[in-house]
C-alpha cells in the first residue's frame, strides 16, 4: 500500500517560516518525482514543488521561487518543504504527491496523493 504521509501545516503570520514533511512508503518505481500541490479555496491545485529521484533536480512554481526550497532524505524516505517568508496567498491545502519520471508536474499526472496539511497564513 502506497503511503504518502505529510505533516507540518499550521498558523503562521505573513512573513514566518514552516517546514512540511512527507513520509512516503509502498510505491515501487525505480524513478520517480516527488514533491508538493496546494489548492486554496476556489482554486485548482497547483503544483508547487518537486524533486527528483534520479538526480535530485528541482522544480518550483513561479510564485514560491525564492521562499520555498524542497529537499529529500532517501534514508528516510521523506521528502520535504521549507517555506520561508510566507504570504497569506500561501494560505492551501498542501499535498504530498508522487509520479513516475517522465511524467508532467500537474494533476492529471500523479500516480499518488498523500492527505493533505493546512497551511494558513495570516495577515
Known amino acids: 500500500e502506497v503511503q504518502l504521509q505529510a505533516s507540518g501545516g499550521g498558523l503562521v503570520q505573513a512573513g514566518g517560516s514552516l517546514r512540511l514533511s512527507c513520509a512516503a512508503s509502498?510505491?515501487?518505481?525505480?524513478?520517480?518525482?516527488i514533491g508538493w500541490f496546494r489548492q486554496a479555496p476556489g482554486k485548482e491545485r497547483e503544483g508547487v514543488s518537486c524533486i527528483s529521484s534520479i538526480d535530485g533536480s528541482t522544480y518550483y512554481a513561479d510564485s514560491v521561487k525564492g521562499r520555498f526550497t524542497i529537499s529529500s532524505d532517501n534514508a528516510k524516505n521523506t521528502v520535504y518543504l521549507q517555506m520561508n517568508s510566507l504570504k497569506p496567498e500561501d494560505t492551501a491545502i498542501y499535498y504530498c504527491?508522487?509520479?513516475?519520471?517522465?511524467?508532467?508536474?500537474?494533476?492529471?499526472?500523479?500516480?499518488?496523493w498523500g492527505k493533505g496539511t493546512l497551511v494558513t497564513v495570516s495577515s
Open positions: 504527491a508522487v509520479t513516475r519520471v517522465g511524467r508532467y508536474w500537474a494533476p492529471h499526472d500523479i500516480d499518488y
Open positions: 509502498g510505491f515501487t518505481f525505480d524513478d520517480y518525482a
